[in-house]
């Protein structure tokens, strides 16, 4: 009897222990990074996408000038603790023209919306779409510390780079 009560305690408290198990939840502090100049308002925000960690972003850019503005993917770069960390990738980019992504235009007094994944931090997989083949991609936990965006964009022939960040944390409860 002592030996059947030794046995159940010891399965019971390791059930309990699994279930206590700690999460770790990625925060981002401020919640959003955000620029503003005389052609455009940006906001750079971290997504968490029903997961613990933050694997993407949304980007969104309003352009406040009277004329298009260019969004140039090939020279705007992920920044993480202050170092280039290469480029985004998001919908409509495959293995193909992942290193030459074509440019956006955000028309006259619009805005455009992007959710962007560092390349770095994906793993390509390929997905099945009736009969013909297509590519994706999953994003991966985008690590601690500074991240960012140097988005790049031209304006009636002007370059005009912007940098926005947020700070990363891991917090376990």
Same mark, same amino acid.
């Given at each position: 009897?002592?030996?059947?009560?030794? +046995?159940?305690?010891?399965?019971?408290?390791?059930?309990?222990?699994? #279930?206590?198990?700690?999460?770790?939840?990625?925060?981002?502090?401020?919640?959003?990074?955000? +620029?503003?100049?005389?052609?455009?308002?940006?906001?750079?925000?971290?997504?968490?996408?029903? &997961?613990?960690?933050?694997?993407?972003?949304?980007?969104?850019?309003?352009?406040?000038?009277? &004329?298009?503005? /260019?969004?140039?993917?090939?020279?705007?770069?992920?920044?993480?603790?202050?170092?280039?960390? =290469?480029?985004?990738?998001? /919908? #409509?980019?495959?293995?193909?023209?992942?290193?030459?992504?074509?440019?956006?235009?955000?028309?006259?007094? #619009?805005?455009?919306?992007?959710?962007?994944?560092?390349?770095?931090?994906?793993?390509?997989?390929?997905?099945?779409?009736? +009969?013909?083949?297509?590519? =994706?991609?999953?994003?991966?936990?985008?690590?601690? #510390? !500074?991240? =960012?965006?140097?988005?790049?964009?031209?304006?009636? =022939?002007?370059?005009?780079?912007?940098?926005?960040?947020?700070?990363?944390?891991? !917090?376990?409860?």
């Amino acid at each position: 009897m002592r030996k059947t009560a030794c +046995v159940f305690y010891t399965v019971f408290t390791l059930f309990i222990m699994s #279930g206590c198990a700690p999460t770790r939840i990625w925060i981002s502090s401020p919640a959003f990074g955000t +620029v503003e100049n005389q052609v455009f308002n940006a906001q750079f925000l971290p997504l968490r996408n029903d &997961k613990n960690f933050i694997n993407e972003f949304r980007l969104v850019v309003w352009n406040k000038s009277d &004329k298009d503005l /260019e969004i140039d993917w090939s020279a705007t770069r992920y920044i993480h603790k202050g170092r280039d960390f =290469g480029r985004f990738i998001f /919908e #409509g980019i495959d293995a193909d023209n992942v290193n030459n992504p074509p440019s956006d235009i955000v028309p006259a007094g #619009g805005n455009l919306l992007r959710v962007i994944a560092p390349v770095r931090l994906i793993a390509w997989k390929p997905m099945k779409s009736n +009969v013909r083949q297509t590519s =994706g991609f999953s994003a991966g936990p985008v690590p601690e #510390g !500074e991240s =960012g965006i140097a988005l790049v964009t031209r304006h009636k =022939g002007q370059l005009i780079r912007e940098t926005l960040t947020v700070n990363i944390s891991i !917090e376990v409860k």
